[in-house]
């Protein structure tokens, strides 16, 4: 094995991918020729399903950059998003077999190369997968990276990951990239709407989320964020909205140093208080 597997959080199984594959940045070739028929055929049926429900939903830039993934009829082959993707915004995306560690993870990023792990969920997963797939990956990631601002954030929460990792704070910024990048709400003139690649690729939680009474929307407050913790296998309890991707970029731009040690000093009162 070239590297080691990744699993975040408690699981019983190892990860689906094939490390053997990566190289020492985690970086894999699309293997294309490994898709069977049965697995376009279930990208083709995701795509149908998801592509119905983003009307009204997700938010106006996904809905217009959803079509520069291609045909939605078998999976996209990366270099022909790449071509268009890279003439938009100087991104490219990469293959990953999965989930991979927080630094390779973070410095990709800040290289503006989004990784994307090339293999898709079996059938018997379509309504619900854990782990990210590429059905997840690029549906719900890659529109937003055609939009020049949004491009530019994502490149800059991976500068400021290799920051947090440096300062022992990476879970504070996960839950940040947990509740805007992957589970992010925005304001349009018209209503509410989904940007979060969690929301977007998930046919229940897009509608939850943009259209339940049930959960918290609270305007997008970078501490209280990072003193959230999340759920990964449920719909979220509390959503954050922003009004404008420029908004996004504006409050995560700032040195969180200050804001790591004040979410863990306090953390550390809370768990003393337990005791
Ligand atoms: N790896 N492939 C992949 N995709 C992710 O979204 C990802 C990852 N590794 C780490 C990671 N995310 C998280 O640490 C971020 O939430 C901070
Ligand atoms: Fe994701």
């Known amino acids: 094995m070239a590297v080691d597997p990744v699993v975040y ?8 991918g094939d490390y053997s594959r990566a ?6 070739p699309q293997h294309y020729a490994a898709y069977t028929d049965a697995d376009h055929d279930t990208w083709r049926r995701l795509y149908e399903r998801q592509a119905a429900l983003v009307a009204g939903r997700a938010c106006d830039v996904f809905i217009r950059a959803l079509p520069s993934l291609g045909p939605s009829h078998h999976i996209p082959r990366f270099e022909q998003i790449n071509e268009r993707l890279y003439k938009a915004t100087g991104w490219e995306i990469v293959g990953v077999p999965g989930l991979i560690p927080e630094v390779p993870f973070f410095t ?8 994307v792990t090339d293999w898709i969920r079996k059938p018997e997963e379509f309504d619900y997968i854990v782990e990210p797939d590429v059905f997840h990956d690029l549906f719900g990631h890659v529109p937003l990276l055609f939009n020049p601002v949004f491009a530019d954030h994502m490149q800059e929460y991976g500068k400021g990951g290799l920051k947090a990792h440096g300062l022992g704070a990476c879970e504070f910024l996960a839950r940040l990239y947990w509740y805007t990048i992957e589970f992010g709400l925005i304001r349009q003139e018209d209503g509410l709407r989904a940007f979060g690649a969690g929301i977007l690729s998930s046919p229940g939680e897009l509608r939850y989320a943009v259209e339940s009474p049930e959960p918290r929307r609270l305007p997008l407050d970078i501490e209280r964020v990072m003193r959230t913790r999340y759920k990964i296998d449920t719909f979220q309890q509390t959503y954050f909205v922003v009004d404008s ?21 306090m953390e550390e009162e809370l768990a003393a208080n337990a005791a």
């Open 23 to 28: 190289q020492t940045d985690y970086t894999c």
């Open 108 to 115: 990709l990023l800040a290289n503006r190369k989004f990784p």
């Open 245 to 265: 991707f420029q908004e996004l970029f504006e409050k995560t731009a700032p040195d969180f140093a200050p804001t790591y040690e004040r979410v863990r000093e």
């Open 9 to 16: 959080g408690a699981s019983e199984r190892p990860p689906r």
